[in-house]
């Protein structure tokens, strides 16, 4: 069936990195535009960065340019961010989720990012 | 890139309807009907209700409508039912840079 996995969630210091997979099946990966989303602890949805299908084209939220960067590996069907000079206020979880304008209809389960020292 | 703007709670009794509202701007919501509304039970990843402003992604149930009116968007729920209790969130497009802005997210409680 359609599926997305994240992973690569942890705890990191401030000023760590790391990198988030999001690894898709049952589609056709390399069609699709990709989106990253991120959810503080109690808090509301937030728009972290989107790729087009063949990854021509990247955005990212003012939160985060600069320091977070979206990638991906059509030939793995896997979907990245790398995660730079974290801060405390990026702790949340993380979702992969596919699709453009058109909403996004498949969601991974989320992966849990922790920022603290 | 500012959050739209939702109430932050909406209530109704069972086999009511419920509207919620989503507010945004001349830069998203009212430059595009590429509205897209989510419900998020607890603990849980999202679901797309709405694309498109008022389209239904197969299997959501008809009771769930969308409409946008100037820089404002709506979501309808009908014939509310228990398991409607969830958060709720609208997002736009933005544009080719700014690209995706989230409202700030409904609670919808079924008394």
């Known amino acids: 069936q359609v599926q997305l996995v994240e992973s690569g969630g942890g705890v990191v210091q401030p000023g760590g990195s790391l990198r988030l997979s999001c690894t898709a099946s049952?589609?056709?990966?390399?069609?699709?535009?990709m989106n990253w989303v991120r959810q503080a602890p109690g808090k509301g949805l937030e728009w972290v960065a989107y790729?087009?299908?063949?990854?021509?084209?990247?955005n990212y939220a003012d939160s985060v340019k600069g320091r977070f960067t979206i990638s991906r590996d059509n030939s793995k069907s896997t979907l990245y961010l790398q995660m730079n000079s974290l801060r405390p206020e990026d702790s949340a979880v993380y979702y992969c989720?596919?699709?453009?304008?058109?909403?996004?209809?498949?969601w991974g389960q989320g992966t849990m990012v922790t920022v603290s020292s | 890139q500012s959050a739209l703007t939702q109430p932050a709670s909406v209530s109704g009794s069972p086999g009511q309807s419920i509207t919620i509202s989503c507010t945004g701007t001349?830069?998203?919501?009212?430059?595009?009907?590429?509205v897209s509304w989510y419900q998020q039970h607890p603990a849980k990843a999202p679901k797309l209700m709405i694309y498109?402003?008022?389209e239904r992604p197969s299997g959501v149930s008809n009771r769930f409508s969308g409409s946008k009116s100037g820089n404002t968007a709506s979501l309808t729920i009908s014939g509310l039912q228990a398991e409607d209790e969830a958060d709720y969130y609208c997002?736009?497009?933005?544009?080719?840079?700014?690209?995706?802005?989230f409202g700030t997210g409904t609670k919808v409680t079924v008394l």
């Open positions: 989720a596919k699709g453009d304008t058109s909403g996004w209809g498949v």
């Open positions: 498109a402003g008022s």
């Open positions: 997002c736009s497009y933005a544009g080719s840079t700014t690209s995706y802005v």
């Open positions: 790729i087009r299908y063949d990854g021509s084209n990247k």
């Open positions: 001349s830069s998203d919501v009212g430059s595009y009907n590429l």
């Open positions: 049952g589609f056709t990966f390399s069609s699709y535009g």
